[in-house]
T-cell receptor, first 113, second 116 residues
Framework: AQTVTQSQPEMSVQEAETVTLSCTYD???????LFWYKQPPSRQMILVIR??????QNATENRFSVNFQKAAKSFSLKISDSQLGDAAMYFC??????????FGKGTKLSVIP | DTGVSQNPRHKITKRGQNVTFRCDPI?????LYWYRQTLGQGPEFLTY????????KSRLLSDRFSAERPKGSFSTLEIQRTEQGDSAMYLC??????????????FGPGTRLTVL
């Protein structure tokens, strides 16, 4: 069984500043993957970034990067140079094997102009 | 648009009625997933298909729920005798799996169900 915990229901950040969203997880799988998905208001979820657990190097994708601490089972998302379009719900998720994803409850990010 | 599409986008029904949702995945994707998302929660897995075979069902999927994916293309999710607790956003996602590993799932816009 897998669980994902996002302890920050809401966060806010000033435009152009940096924000970090927290995520912890638990899994009994030895080979698993971690994801951050973004869900803008009334729009579909899109993948922001993914991390293979067997890789030590933290994934980066333009302004988005993760801090993956495998021993601590922590997977935080850092958004640099925040933009108004970053405002959304952010979901942390984990997947193993080849099918279902297990999601956290999400963090609502607001970007202040 | 070559993304995942879902129809209808919104459905309002009375308790006890049957409803059916449709999902059209990205054309070359062989895996299709259904999730349910209630207010303030993340999506919860319901079931998934590889081609036309339904390979896994969550315990959340009661006997009133049935899903099909004939010919490995589009999928339908039917809820019989709807209850107010079925009110939620139903999300469909698809992915293309080759070999091992967990591949990116592409999500549709969802069908929002309201049961009165």
């Amino acid at each position: 069984a897998q669980t994902v915990t996002q302890s920050q229901p809401e966060m806010s950040v000033q435009e152009a500043e940096t924000v970090t969203l927290s995520c912890t997880y638990d899994t009994s799988e030895s080979d698993y993957y971690l994801f951050w998905y973004k869900q803008p208001p009334s729009r579909q979820m899109i993948l922001v970034i993914r991390q293979e657990a067997y890789k030590q190097q933290n994934a980066t994708e333009n302004r988005f990067s993760v801090n993956f601490q495998k021993a601590a089972k922590s997977f935080s998302l850092k958004i640099s140079d925040s933009q108004l379009g970053d405002a959304a719900m952010y979901f942390c998720a984990t997947g193993a094997g080849s099918y279902q994803l297990t999601f956290g409850k999400g963090t609502k990010l607001s970007v202040i102009p | 648009d070559t993304g995942v599409s879902q129809n209808p986008r919104h459905k309002i029904t009375k308790r006890g009625q049957n409803v059916t949702f449709r999902c059209d995945p990205i054309s070359e994707h062989n895996r299709l997933y259904w999730y349910r998302q209630t207010l303030g929660q993340g999506p919860e897995f319901l079931t998934y298909f590889q081609n036309e075979a339904q390979l896994e069902k969550s315990r959340l999927l009661s006997d009133r729920f049935s899903a099909e994916r004939p010919k490995g293309s589009f999928s339908t999710l039917e809820i019989q005798r709807t209850e107010q607790g079925d009110s939620a956003m139903y999300l469909c996602a698809s992915s293309f799996r080759v070999g091992t590993g967990v591949h990116e799932q592409f999500f549709g816009p969802g069908t929002r169900l309201t049961v009165l």
